[in-house]
């Protein structure tokens, strides 16, 4: 086991656990006075996370494509299925996160777990605890992660705390005008006219497992909805290929309009009946737009647990 201890996100690696995983390391090599802790990310980055890289001067995290035998804290993720290879045979040191905990572990071990909108926001609420200053930079690229997760404070999941984290992020960034600098980042995730209909669907993709088996759910936000419409069928084709490929019991994608505020579900599935109950909607097609809908973590997964794990 090496003697680094690697701070890490999720697989399909978004904008916030990168972030945070370089805010922490970060935050710990400052308050012990070390190097060891070292980002790193569970695969490839996306779009909106290059750009939010390159803009603030950071360069990415190598890729830990497997991480056993490693030393670990895990960042806005808890659940294993979530987690690199080899999460079995890694020792996990701390978690910070902000989703519904599903986590077993042999040893007593750090956990912070705020019901907040981003894991960028509770790391900053530690530097700030610790009376530790960032700079400039630092404090652009958790903005982005905390903009980008509350869906520029759309999203049901976006607390007071979140806001004010928000207004003092913008500040220290020297950001004048934080929604319209979300709106770039926005514009930024929804071009996906180069990306494949795979790599659309697993830009932001998590596995949950459910008592009827497991689910794969992505989701992308865009301004526009009307961007995706002459690849429907192309996106459901890759869906079900999916699914068949990776012995899911269902795949969806939704896509978000974050100005309309809505969300257009795209569904491959062997049980249509739970799906339609989860849901609330009847499908067609396997496609269904239901006006409201922002939130995976807050409105879209609750009511799958409800229904998936009878």
């Known amino acids: 086991m090496s003697q680094s201890i690697f701070i890490i996100g999720h697989k399909s690696p978004d904008l916030d656990s990168v972030a945070a995983a370089i805010a922490y390391a970060d935050l710990k090599n400052k308050l012990e006075n070390t190097s060891k802790y070292a980002p790193r990310v569970a695969g490839e980055i996306n779009r909106e996370t290059k750009y939010a890289l390159e803009k603030f001067g950071f360069n990415a995290p190598e890729i830990l494509a497997n991480a056993a035998s490693e030393n670990l804290i895990l960042v806005d993720h808890n659940e294993a299925i979530q987690s690199s290879d080899g999460i079995a045979e890694a020792k996990i040191l701390e978690i910070i996160d902000h989703h519904k905990v599903d986590f077993k572990y042999a040893e007593p071990i750090k956990v912070l777990i705020e ?23 630092l404090a652009g690229l958790m ?27 913008s500040r220290i960034a020297e950001i004048d005008d934080w929604k319209n600098f979300g709106m770039e980042i926005f514009k930024v995730r929804a071009s996906v006219s180069e990306l494949t209909a795979e790599q659309i669907i697993k830009s932001d993709f998590k596995d949950f497992n459910y008592k009827s088996g497991k689910v794969g759910i992505g989701q992308v936000e865009t301004v526009d909805l009307n961007d995706f419409g002459a690849r429907e069928d192309e996106l459901m084709k890759a869906l079900v290929d999916l699914k068949n490929k990776e012995g899911y ?41 239901i006006p409201g809908i922002i939130s995976r973590k807050k409105q879209v997964l609750p009511k799958f647990s409800e229904v998936f794990d009878k």
């Open 115 to 137: 019901p907040w909108g981003a894991s960028c926001s509770i790391i900053f609420n530690e530097f700030k605890k610790n009376n530790i200053a960032f700079d400039k930079n």
């Open 143 to 169: 903005l982005s992660a905390v903009l980008v997760d509350t869906v520029i404070t759309k999203s049901p999941t976006c607390t007071e705390i979140d806001k004010t984290i928000i207004e003092e992020l």
């Open 249 to 289: 019991q269902g795949v969806i994608l939704f896509i978000t309009d974050i100005i309309q505020e809505g969300s257009k579900f795209f569904v491959a599935i062997d049980d249509l009946e739970k799906m339609e109950e989860a849901l609330g909607a009847k499908l067609e097609n396997g496609k269904v737009y």
